[in-house]
């Protein structure tokens, strides 16, 4: 004799249930993604075209998701934004992520190595972010930097490095940037040739040396090297840029690169 299956029981009744509850998120999920660095404000009205429903569901949800801190609206523009809950969210993320804890021994023997501050950075999909930081200890000038930070794509060395060795269709704005600034084509063609970029701003003295981190055959991240300029030379070929180059390699091999050594197009 079958037994009649329960309401919420049976397989075709969890579906019931769950089904609302997942659309619920997937909404939440279009709405947060909606913004991007190129557009961090929307309306009512381009969040409520993003989601396909009505204003008033649009409202509702916005409303739900200002609650929880993950959007902020501004009664002065009528403009929503990220809330501040999602910047913990992001933190959390990065912390995450298999390189940052990959990457932990040896960015703690660089700094024994040079007494240099090393900062991890990973790809982010439109510029380099700082996903850890080790600060030197025992200089009389201490460079700290800041987790979370989000890197120039074409003046800092990491996002030189991403430029160089990220796949072209990933980067939409090279071609014109690379038009616009001849140095900037050397710069990318010198970096494919010895693995480092070196970036020594005039105006705050810090002088950064980067290089890339690969996992297999793709870019994953940068390892750089950031100091002043009179304790970081800007030499390619220094003791200390090589040091650099060999833990990025040695990381690069620990993620599966074949030798750890760039792959230029």
């Avoid at 990318?188 to 981190?213: E, F, K, W």
Wanted: charged letters at 20%.
């Amino acid at each position: 004799m079958a037994t009649k299956a329960q309401p919420g029981t049976g397989e075709r009744g969890a579906s019931d249930t769950t089904a609302p509850t997942i659309q619920t998120v997937q909404r939440a999920a279009l709405i947060l993604g909606s913004f991007t660095v190129g557009k961090p404000h929307m309306s009512l009205n381009e969040i409520t075209a993003r989601l396909g429903a009505s204003k008033a569901t649009a409202h509702r949800y916005t409303k739900a998701l200002r609650a929880a801190n993950l959007l902020r609206y501004d009664e002065r523009t009528s403009l929503y934004s990220l809330g501040p809950q999602v910047l913990t969210l992001a933190t959390a993320a990065r912390a995450g992520l298999p390189i940052v804890a990959a990457a932990e021994p040896y960015m703690e023997e660089l700094v024994r190595r040079i007494d240099e501050t090393i900062v991890l950075s990973v790809w982010d999909g439109e510029s380099p972010t700082v996903v850890r930081s080790v600060d030197n200890t025992d200089h009389m000038v201490r460079i700290s930097v800041r987790v979370g930070s989000r890197l120039d794509l074409t003046s800092s060395a990491q996002g030189r490095i991403f430029l160089t060795f990220l796949p072209p269709d990933q980067v939409p704005a090279l071609p014109r940037s690379v038009r616009k600034s001849s140095e900037l084509t050397e710069e990318l063609d010198a970096i494919r040739q010895h693995g480092l970029s070196v970036n020594s701003p005039a105006v705050n003295g810090v002088r950064t040396i980067a290089a890339p981190i690969f996992e297999g055959d793709k870019i994953s991240g940068t390892l750089a090297v950031v100091g002043t300029t009179a304790t970081v030379p800007d030499d390619v070929t220094s003791p200390m840029a090589q040091a650099l180059l060999e833990t990025a390699r040695a990381l690069s091999q620990r993620l599966g690169n074949s030798d750890g050594a760039p792959t230029a197009d």
